[in-house]
């Protein structure tokens, strides 16, 4: 065989080797990319008090839990305000901190103050016994008509990532700081069975309803998971408030 017919031979198959790879290569290139994990999954409340980010978890209506009480000292707001935010919140949360320091305050200067919102304190106890303490110290705090100044106090103190160190000591200094008059009745409602008792029974209503982290939101009966933007909450009051005016 000639050197010529081997040349052309071997041209051949080279061109029919590349041939081949240009149709894997494009075929490679059309296909559509893998879906990210969990996409198109419903939003559900993060484990261990995780932050969402982005887009409100609301996967639908839930149960409207707001005691709407008129003098509830564990509520910011008119007791007939058009929506009602219920939040669920632990104070070992360092992203229920975050968003009390944060995000709350501005939420009461655009809409609590204007009479639109009402915000009202559930408790959802999930980090054990310290939780469980703070939730009894700051509603013997509120029979003392000083439940926000509490609530602010500790969460100014509260560090960034991990949970605070709750003690008994601790949770004293903070009644302190928040002005309750009397000491001695604090820390006997502190170590009262009822006031426990009424702590156990709002995080049983939480569970109740779905929530296994902290915090959550219901704004007139529609879910808000984690502490999120500033604007998540805004637009979800906005749409309710639009609704009530209907």
């Given amino acids: 065989m000639s050197s010529a017919s081997t040349r052309s031979r071997e041209v051949t198959v080279l061109a029919v080797l590349l041939a081949v790879a240009v149709v894997i290569i494009g075929m490679l290139l059309m296909r559509p990319p893998a879906a990210a994990p969990g996409a198109g999954a419903t939003a559900t409340a993060p484990s261990s008090g995780a932050p969402s980010t982005g887009t409100p978890a609301t996967p639908g209506k839930v149960k409207d839990t707001a005691r709407r009480q008129p003098g509830d000292p564990m509520a910011l707001g008119r007791v007939d305000a058009p929506v009602v935010m219920v939040e669920y919140a632990d104070y070992a949360c360092p992203f229920c901190a975050k968003f009390a320091v944060e995000t709350q305050p501005e939420l009461v200067r655009r809409y609590v103050d204007r009479g639109v919102l009402r915000i009202e304190w559930h408790d959802l106890v999930i980090f054990g016994e310290k939780s469980q303490r703070a939730a009894q110290a700051a509603r013997a705090a509120a029979q003392q008509g000083r439940f926000w100044q509490f609530h602010d106090a500790l969460f100014r103190a509260s560090p960034t990532s991990g949970h605070p160190d709750l003690t008994d000591d601790r949770l004293l200094g ?66 309710a408030a639009a609704a009530a005016q209907r």
């Fill in 174 to 239: 903070f009644a302190r700081e928040a002005g309750v008059p009397d000491l001695p009745r604090y820390q006997r409602d502190l170590a009262s069975g009822a006031v426990a008792e009424a702590v156990s029974a709002e995080t049983q209503v939480a569970q109740q309803l779905g929530a296994s982290s902290t915090p959550v939101f219901v704004i007139n009966g529609t879910p808000v998971v984690g502490a999120q933007p500033l604007e998540a909450f805004v637009q979800v009051i906005d749409r």
